[in-house]
């Protein structure tokens, strides 16, 4: 099984080398053999490999697909790391492990589409603090990856008390352009090849507002304000434009290979569409700008983060099909937070817009479930009425469909990887807890089985070692 | 409009005449600790708790709220909180926590700077939070000063208590404030306190001194037990030397803060009976002061015989006093996971009401619906443990607060996004 996932994973890579090799045709017979645009496969590839798990049949359980559809007192099948089947009634192969889901509920693992785990990990000394390349406001050259300690105990909390199985590992958001990001699965592996998504798209973070020109402005020198912080982002889009046209033009021409600017792959990969966008921005006029910038240099937003005034233009968010990753309830912790108010979701849910829950912290993670349970009953204190098998769609479905692994993650539809969290009752509760977390069908946590928590290579031999967290 | 004038209203009235208030028909939670009571009567007068419970009488022509499917609670008290000291995080030049380059510490009254107005506050009032405990953040020295309890109240009258404790910090953060590391920490900190016994061992404003005469007068009440010392300490071993001062300064009157690795030694902490205002989820070794950090803490304490109240000390989200009810839920949720310490209601309930209140001494002021408290009441339109569940109203001392906050403007602003016949800002 693991060996065929990284076989077509490779395969994947592989055909798209060679496409874009066999849609150039080389002209000079000197420039030899052709180099393909180095924004195109990955340097660092997956090694994750699925865990063993063995045929689950899930009984008489509430479950919530993931995409707004909801079976009470139904059954779910999955085997071989895949969803199998999901009804009132599913019938199972000889052998399956048959659990009691009586009272509890079963939702997709949720996807946590902004985390510094591994980056920002525990403990938070400086000499882990590698989220933040703060020594140029521009770095498209850094990669969350080699940052990302694969042992921060973070996950471990985020998988047994968050039911978190996905996530995206984020730079921080000092500079413009802090790099790309990595999603990863929610599995200790010794490296973090181990741990990387196969074949999920990188993404680029940018960051608009306070941090950049704070952190810049501080140094005494360009951004120091938001108009500086949109001159210099556009200064540098004009040069990965030029940069991108270069390497279209030997893909087309021939010739020499233009000199490598890793910095400008990855903005080049944004412009081909090969690498999704996820912009820090808070305040809505910011946002209508990076649209409108990104419209003049021909890239997507693929997401908002933190967009705690998303509700203020769902219009437009909806109209440039850009998603916004918000908390449910976070504001004024900073000028630019401080129209946050609990509606947003359900405001934007209303609007037809694109949403997700974030989290963009190590306790946050530990409870997403519950950030969206206050998210829908803000709006239900409005008059908007979000039942939780579409509110569920902000935890899992979104943030899949935001990162580009919606087809193969982030909901519970047959041939979809085994993502699930079984809960001991509605997790739209304080009361409710995950019971058992499968991923890519492997069980990797049980509530009532010790050996089922994973304990990181930090913790070993320490003080807490094992202990309920 | 209304909300707005309502409020300004409130403000320029001075304090409210309290009326008498019957709440009838609803879940009654008192906060000592006890269960939830179905069918309870509240009754308040003159700003104070008269009775609550089953076969209260209503008093002849008291104002009765109906409360029949709803839950008739004490306030929520935070145990740790910047509001009235600190417009927003990252908002600096609002920001009255700390005390650095001051030439004093200990000396330093936040009650003489409490802005009640601030957009926070009211959020967090109207989220069912009444009471604070606020604390001044530690700069020149491990000292943060003395911190007061306030009320969340739409008036420009604050202070429940001022220089309620005596704020110091005893572990990571003393080795940034107090002098380099921990062992100097502990000997300014016992320097202080022998200077507060004895004036003369005290300075003026030389150049380099760590405790001024001004700072030595603020420890005395301290040294003699009148004012609490709320020690912040999270590793285990930080809490058994905050223990031990105990021994050289017999009438000092400790609180922890945080204790993050307090289940450690929870029996030590029992026996000392030493009241602990902890980080009320903290699971992570944020730093190596936390690697025993786990969920079970508080419960593990509660269950070894600590007073605990919990606080959003060390919470990493917000903080949002708020926030409180849904960790005083989640302690509830551990009593359902295998090997997990968690609470009952009635104890998790009372971490956020009058734990903290008893830790500094005010639990026969505040924190209850038990006859004669401060009548501090919030209806909520389920329980208020439950994360889905909401303030519906909330009196302080009692007084009906005005309705919604800020956040429920800018909700009905935005209601429908797109401007109509005049822009936003003349929609008021």
Request: charged share 20%; glycine share 10%.
């Amino acid at each position: 099984m693991a060996s065929i996932k990284k076989l077509a994973a490779l395969a994947l890579l592989g055909l798209a080398a060679c496409s874009a090799q066999s849609g150039a045709k080389p002209k000079s017979a000197s420039s030899g053999p052709k180099i393909a645009e180095p924004w195109t496969g990955d340097p660092y590839p997956s090694t994750y490999h699925a865990y063993p798990g063995v045929p689950t049949l899930v009984t008489d359980v509430t479950i919530l697909d993931g995409e707004g559809a909801r079976i009470d007192d139904g059954q779910i099948l999955f085997a071989d790391g895949k969803v199998v089947a999901l009804g009132q009634s599913v019938p199972a192969p000889a052998g399956a492990t048959v659990i009691d889901g009586k009272g509890k509920w079963v939702t997709p693992g949720i996807i946590d589409i902004h985390s510094h785990l591994g980056d920002y990990p525990s403990p938070g000394v400086k000499a882990l603090s590698d989220g933040n390349e703060a020594t140029a406001p521009t770095t498209p050259d850094v990669w969350a990856e080699h940052s990302i300690w694969p042992q921060d105990p973070g996950f471990s909390r985020a998988l047994a008390n968050g039911g978190v199985t996905t996530l995206q590992i984020l730079p921080g958001s000092a500079n413009l352009m802090g790099g790309r990001s990595a999603v990863i699965k929610n599995v200790y592996s010794r490296t973090v090849q181990g741990m990387k998504f196969p074949g999920a798209a990188y993404g680029l973070k940018m960051a608009c507002g306070e941090n950049p020109k704070r952190v810049y402005g501080g140094k005494g020198r360009e951004p120091s304000t938001r108009m500086g912080n949109i001159a210099v982002d556009r200064a540098t889009w004009a040069k990965a434009v030029e940069y991108r046209r270069k390497w279209d033009k030997y893909e087309k021409d021939g010739g020499e290979a233009p000199a490598r600017d890793i910095g400008m792959d990855t903005l080049a990969g944004v412009l081909a569409g090969k690498i999704l966008v996820h912009n820090h921005c808070y305040r809505a006029d910011e946002m209508a700008i990076v649209l409108d910038m990104a419209k003049e240099f021909g890239y997507h937003v693929a997401s908002f983060q933190h967009s705690v005034e998303a509700y203020k233009i769902p219009d437009l968010l909806k109209a440039a099909d850009t998603c916004a990753s918000v908390w449910a309830d976070w504001y004024g912790f900073k000028m630019e937070s401080y129209d946050g108010i609990p509606e947003n979701l359900a405001l934007l849910e209303r609007s037809g817009a694109c949403a997700t829950i974030h989290s963009d912290d190590p306790n946050g993670i530990q409870h997403l479930n519950q950030e969206i349970a206050k998210a829908r009953a803000s709006g239900l204190r409005m008059g908007i009425d979000i039942p939780r098998e579409v509110a569920w769609k902000w935890a899992s479905y979104n943030p899949a469909k935001a990162l580009g692994i919606a087809d193969r993650t982030g909901s519970l539809k047959p041939g979809k990887m085994a993502d699930v969290v079984l809960w001991n009752g509605d997790p739209f509760s304080s009361y409710t807890r995950p019971e058992k977390v499968w991923i890519d069908g492997a069980l990797l946590y049980d509530m009532h089985d010790p050996k089922r928590r994973p304990v990181s290579d930090f913790e070993l031999g320490q003080i807490g070692e094992g202990d309920v967290k | 409009m209304k909300s707005l004038a309502l409020l300004v209203a409130a403000l320029l009235a001075g304090p409210a005449v309290a009326e008498t208030v019957a709440f009838t028909g609803g879940t009654v939670a008192i906060g000592d600790g006890s269960q939830p009571i179905p069918n309870g009567t509240v009754v308040i007068r003159d700003g104070r708790v008269i009775a609550a419970g089953t076969g209260v009488a209503v008093p002849a022509g008291a104002r009765t709220v109906d409360a029949t499917g709803k839950w008739v609670t004490a306030g929520i008290v935070s145990g740790a909180s910047t509001l009235a000291l600190l417009d927003g995080y990252g908002m600096e030049e609002t920001n009255d926590t700390t005390t650095k380059g001051s030439p004093f510490s200990a000396a330093i009254d936040i009650a003489t700077s409490l802005n009640p107005t601030q957009m926070r506050l009211g959020v967090e009032r109207s989220k069912g939070v009444t009471r604070a405990v606020v604390i001044p953040a530690a700069g020149n020295t491990m000292f943060g000063g003395q911190g007061a309890v306030i009320d969340l109240g739409a008036d420009l009258d604050p202070v429940t208590r001022a220089r309620a404790f005596q704020y110091v910090e005893l572990g990571e953060a003393a080795t940034k404030t107090g002098g380099g590391s921990r062992p100097a920490a502990h000997v300014l900190l016992r320097a202080a306190l022998e200077a507060a016994r004895n004036p003369a061992l005290a300075s003026g404003l030389e150049k380099d001194v760590l405790v001024t005469r001004a700072d030595a007068a603020a420890l005395l009440p301290v040294v003699e037990g009148r004012t609490p010392l709320l020690v912040h300490a999270e590793r285990a071993t930080d809490i058994l030397a905050a223990l031990a001062l105990v021994r050289e300064f017999p009438k000092l009157k400790l609180v922890l803060l945080g204790a993050t690795e307090g289940w450690l030694v929870a029996d030590r902490i029992a026996a000392a009976r030493v009241p602990v205002i902890a980080a009320a989820l903290t699971d992570l070794p944020e730093n190596f002061e936390q690697l025993a950090a786990t969920q079970s803490n508080v419960g593990r304490m509660a269950k070894a015989g600590v007073s605990v109240a919990i606080s959003t000390q060390d919470a990493s989200e917000g903080p949002y006093e708020s926030y409180l009810k849904q960790y005083a839920g989640n302690l509830v949720a551990l009593t359902r996971v295998d090997g997990a310490t968690g609470l009952d209601w009635g104890q998790a309930f009372a971490t956020i009401t009058s734990r903290p209140a008893l830790a500094l001494g005010l639990d026969g002021e505040i924190g209850s619906l038990r006859p004669g408290r401060r009548a501090d009441v919030v209806v909520w339109d389920g329980d208020p443990l439950e994360v889905a569940s909401a303030a519906l109203s909330v009196w302080i001392d009692g007084v009906q607060q005005p309705a919604g906050s800020r956040q429920t403007r800018l909700r009905d602003r935005y209601a429908n996004p797109v401007e109509g016949a005049l822009p936003k800002a003349y929609d008021q």
